[in-house]
């Protein structure tokens, strides 16, 4: 797969410091509406000018509950975090009256091959008490933008570089280690 094959996808530019010239990349804005539109937007633009990319990486930053902070990985399944229907009978993290609670793009190849479960919502994660422990990494923007890429039909990854450890010291840690795994990041897109 070529370069010109793939669309990046990053929440905030200071993620990847400018280090990712040469290719196809777009900034969103942080939360899931912003990842939506934005991506959705470039993929109309791009389906009109017939150059539809054949996989879209998602590369940001996370925190998770058990992986080391400065450690970079795949996610491969996407669930909505912040999504609580338990009221109506379904369980947390469930759209209601959808056919599954994750979306699953397992099947994508790619060199790290964890595949982990991202939860993301509208919510900086600074405690695990009341996260369910489906979820191995929290984000922003991930689930919204593997939701876009299932119903359009194109491959999608996110790797997500941990940041923080969601505790107290979240904000900080994510603040101090924002822009450090583009390094890391740039490596597996070689190996793509």
Request: contains cysteine; negative net charge; charged residues 25%.
């Amino acid at each position: 797969m070529s370069k010109e094959d793939i669309l990046i996808v990053c929440a905030l530019e200071q993620e990847t410091n400018g280090k990712l010239d040469g290719w196809n990349v777009i900034y969103t804005g942080v939360g899931k509406v912003n990842a939506t539109y934005e991506l959705t937007a470039e993929l109309f633009f791009q389906m009109k000018l017939s150059k539809t990319p054949e996989l879209v990486i998602n590369f940001g930053t996370a925190g998770s509950r058990d992986i080391p902070i400065h450690t970079l990985v795949d996610c491969t399944q996407f669930v909505q975090r912040d999504m609580d229907a338990t009221g109506l009978g379904f369980i947390k993290c469930e759209t209601p009256f959808e056919d599954k609670i994750a979306i699953n793009f397992s099947y994508v190849n790619n060199p790290i091959g964890k595949g982990y479960v991202c939860g993301s919502g509208d919510s900086f994660v600074e405690s695990i008490d009341n996260e369910t422990k489906l979820i191995d990494v929290f984000d922003m923007e991930a689930y919204a933008l593997a939701k876009v890429c299932y119903k359009v039909g194109i491959d999608f990854v996110s790797f997500k570089y941990i940041t923080d450890n969601v505790n107290e010291k979240s904000v900080n840690d994510w603040k101090d280690n924002c822009s450090k795994g583009v390094n890391e990041f740039k490596k597996i897109l070689e190996e793509l």
